[in-house]
């Protein structure tokens, strides 16, 4: 076989898009480019395998093996060295077929006498479509050239938009794009909705991948590369005093901007036959695909830098913004790789469900998510490669699942679903002005959680009683610099006056370790929740923590002002933080400021050792306030964050429950008033469970009041006690079987 020039694959390319501009059916457009391509790379047998669906390949068009099998022969993902293609998406080259690890002998194609193979997967970025192959009888290896060019004929052909459909002959086969599919992550907010996808950062459709005039297209290369060069340069002064982290993810930015490697590799694509923007898509699926077969977390970062950039590169090249005039459809769900909170802010309430690939529990994004009460569903791996903007979607928050363009069946069993938490939610509605007093006559006050103002209509109707933990770090986390005092008490201010008088209780920035700043200089901790966090930070660097302090002093104005400190580990801890809070009223009170009616100073209850603090520490509390989240991963050294182990143990196992026993207790020592703010109060049987070891005020999201009144109100916590009790003497390692028998044998 002869060496492959420039032009010849110039011509090649040219062959296939004028193939691919004739009018005709689809599939005989397809036999006729493997017919063009076995004769340009003079080899007997040209193939093409497309997804039927995504473990399996089908054989859609081929020129030198048996034209009957066209439509009959399927492989498994990683079956033979066609399915290896696929799954590996990187290039096999064999002069000898059959001895190669995995080589499948298909009769019905005739491949056998076939000895050299070449096989490239067919992909667009991040989407595999398929895979070419030529094959030959003489026994030898492709050249590099050869490898090359298959390339890039395989990136035009990802291009050709109709290809997906040259899968769809023959019963029951679902084009690619048109086919439900099922992406099972996990639960970033609970909640359910049905909707419209959104995507957040739409894909850039590359429309022309053949150039003609390799000069032109070099030239345009070099204009976009040097305009994405200097975006960078300014990106990276206007960041000087940013974080290392962010720095660093600048540095490998610029690093890549002006890497030769990338830019050579682009050229050659552009020499072979490929426009500038297929050249930067060509190299950016090359380039993802091998990395994600790293295992190496470092490596896969840098993997979504250089995914960034090729983007950047590709909206300079095509002109296309983030804009592609798509109107937001009815119903929104945002499908996004990640997403900042700042961005999910501005969508606001309008989403009807949030589904990212990324994300943690703990990220700000879930944190706004919570906020805003939108359902969250995070690790949904390669759904913004699936989903196409208005594809009908259903996210389950609850499961961790998501349903994209689902069968009739499902959408109607999700339907029904929806339909019976909608009735809930209007029973217990009607429970709103009620208490949550059990048959026994104790009444659990409950209250909710907030962290934006927006959270705040919702207190009207949920039927809090008032505001039990509001998280203050949401206003710092979605700035790119420190709030001023001044804006900050005007928001504190316009919280309470929107809680109309109910108590609110401000919890002091809780940030560090994960929840770090964009303006703050990060620490390199190990174990960040166990780092330099929450009250730590704020003792040791008090600058901010007083400005919060002072702020919410003046937001008060005369009103009765609630402040706890999050994650206290030990008395003095609290007790720095409460002279705090009154040098800074001394302070006000000299500066000649109204001084809040009265000040109420409690702790957050996180880590086991403060159960066991000295009777000072709870006298010296206004309140305790459980922090159920943080104690529970701290009591059985489980990683709240973690997906592996963070369900592993039940938050109604005997041992934890003692512990809030024992909380209660102290508190009750000393008078202290105890409520529970994690997000188990929002789970009605946990809520029980919490209530019948003497909790007397909980505080949840909205949502959950309902639920947890209900329930409350139908039985007896003190009989709820006396079941826990019976289980815990008889050795039960978690009090739930126990408790769910005896709530189902009063048919609740
Ligand atoms: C908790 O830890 O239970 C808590 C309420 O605080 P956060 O979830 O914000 O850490
Ligand atoms: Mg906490």
């Given amino acids: 076989m002869p060496e492959r020039s420039e032009s010849e694959s110039r011509k090649l390319l040219r062959r296939l898009r004028d193939t691919l501009a004739e009018p005709g059916a689809g599939q005989a457009r397809l036999d006729r480019i493997t017919h063009i391509i076995a004769d340009s790379m003079c080899t007997e047998v040209c193939s093409i395998y497309l997804f039927r669906d995504p473990e399996t390949l089908e054989l859609c068009a081929t020129e030198g093996l048996n034209p009957d099998s066209v439509h009959q022969t399927r492989l498994r993902l990683g079956e033979g060295l066609v399915g290896r293609v696929a799954k590996s998406a990187v290039p096999v080259n064999t002069g000898n077929a059959p001895s190669e690890r995995g080589f499948r002998y298909m009769p019905e194609t005739g491949e056998e006498i076939y000895s050299s193979f070449l096989g490239v997967p067919i992909q667009r970025v991040g989407e595999r479509l398929g895979v070419l192959v030529v ?48 992406f099972r992550g996990a639960t970033g907010q609970e909640g359910t909705a049905e909707g419209r ?11 022309n991948p053949v150039g003609d005039d390799p000069v032109a297209e070099t030239r345009r290369l070099h204009e976009a590369m040097e305009e994405l060069r200097q975006t960078v340069d300014a990106m990276m002064s206007a960041a000087e005093d940013t974080t290392a982290e962010h720095m660093q993810v600048l540095e490998t930015y610029r690093m890549f901007a002006n890497s030769r490697g990338w830019r050579r590799r682009m050229e050659e694509d552009i020499a072979l036959g490929l426009s500038a923007e297929a050249a930067v898509e060509k190299e950016q699926s090359t380039a993802r695909a091998r990395l994600e077969q790293a295992s190496d977390p470092y490596l896969r970062d840098r993997l979504h830098d250089l995914d960034d950039l090729s983007n950047r590169l590709l909206r300079l090249l095509t002109g296309q913004g983030r804009d592609t005039g798509a109107e937001l459809p009815e119903n929104p769900v945002l499908v996004a790789r990640n997403i900042g909170p700042a961005e999910l802010l501005e969508y606001g309430r309008k989403l009807k469900g949030v589904v990212l690939e990324e994300g943690s529990v703990g990220s700000h994004a879930a944190i706004v998510a919570r906020a805003l009460a939108i359902p969250l569903v995070i690790h949904a791996e390669r759904i913004t490669t699936e ?5 009908t979607i259903l996210v389950d928050g609850d499961q961790g699942v998501v349903h994209l363009r689902p069968e009739d069946t ?24 009620k208490p949550a007093t059990s048959h026994c006559g104790t009444t659990v006050g409950l209250h909710m959680n907030a962290g934006l103002m927006a959270d705040l209509p919702s207190l009207a109707g949920s039927g809090a009683e008032g505001v039990g933990l509001f998280r203050t770090e949401l206003q710092f986390l979605i700035r790119n610099k420190v709030p001023r005092r001044g804006e900050l008490a005007a928001l504190y201010a316009r919280v309470m006056d929107a809680a109309g008088g109910k108590r609110v209780v401000f919890r002091t920035l809780d940030i560090g370790s994960d929840k770090v700043l964009p303006y703050m200089k990060p620490q390199d901790e190990p174990n960040p929740a166990m780092g330099w966090r929450a009250i730590r930070v ?22 009765p002002l609630s402040v706890m400190f999050p994650f206290v580990a030990q008395m003095e801890e609290y007790r720095a933080g409460r002279a705090a809070v009154l040098d800074e009223i ?10 809040p009616e009265t000040v ?17 520490f709870f006298e010296m509390c206004d309140f305790v306030s459980i922090g159920g989240n943080d104690l529970k991963q701290f009591f059985f050294a489980a990683d709240r964050e973690n997906e592996r182990v963070r369900r592993r143990y039940d938050t109604l196992n005997v041992s934890f429950l003692s512990l809030i026993e024992t909380i209660v207790e102290r508190c009750a020592e000393t008078g202290t008033p105890v409520s529970f703010c994690g997000e188990d109060a929002g789970r009605p049987v946990e809520a029980l469970a919490f209530a019948a070891m003497g909790v007397r005020a ?22 709820a006690r006396q079941v826990i009790d019976v289980a815990r003497a008889e050795g039960a390692q978690s009090v739930r079987p126990a408790l769910m028998d005896w709530l189902a044998r009063q048919d609740l």
Avoid: C
């Avoid at 298959?150 to 291009?159: F, G, P």
């Avoid at 899968?167 to 029951?172: H, I, L, M, S």
């Avoid at 959104?198 to 894909?203: A, I, K, Q, S």
């Fill in 135 to 182: 094959q030959s009888k003489q026994a030898r290896q492709f050249s590099d050239d050869e490898l090359y060019a298959l390339e890039v004929v395989a990136m035009v052909l990802a291009e050709m938009t109709e290809l997906g459909a040259f899968v769809g002959d023959g019963e029951g086969i679902q084009p690619l794009h048109q086919n439900p599919v099922v």
């Fill in 197 to 207: 996808v959104w995507l957040h950062e739409p894909r850039v459709v590359v429309t």
């Fill in 387 to 391: 989903a196409l903007n208005g594809d």
């Fill in 410 to 433: 499902v959408a109607a069993a999700f339907r029904d679903k929806i339909a019976m938490q909608t009735d809930a939610q209007k029973r217990y509605a009607d429970l709103r002005d």
């Fill in 538 to 559: 704020g003792l040791d660097k008090p600058g901010v923590m007083r400005m919060q302090l002072q702020a919410l002093i003046r937001a008060a104005n005369g009103r």
């Fill in 586 to 595: 001394e302070r006000e009170r000299r500066l000649g400021h109204v001084l």
């Fill in 600 to 616: 109420e100073i409690g702790a957050m209850l996180e880590t086991p050792s403060l159960a066991f603090a000295p009777r000072a």
């Fill in 698 to 719: 909980l505080s949840m999201r909205p949502a959950s009041i309902g639920p947890v009144k209900h329930l409350i109100r139908r039985v007896s916590i003190s009989e």
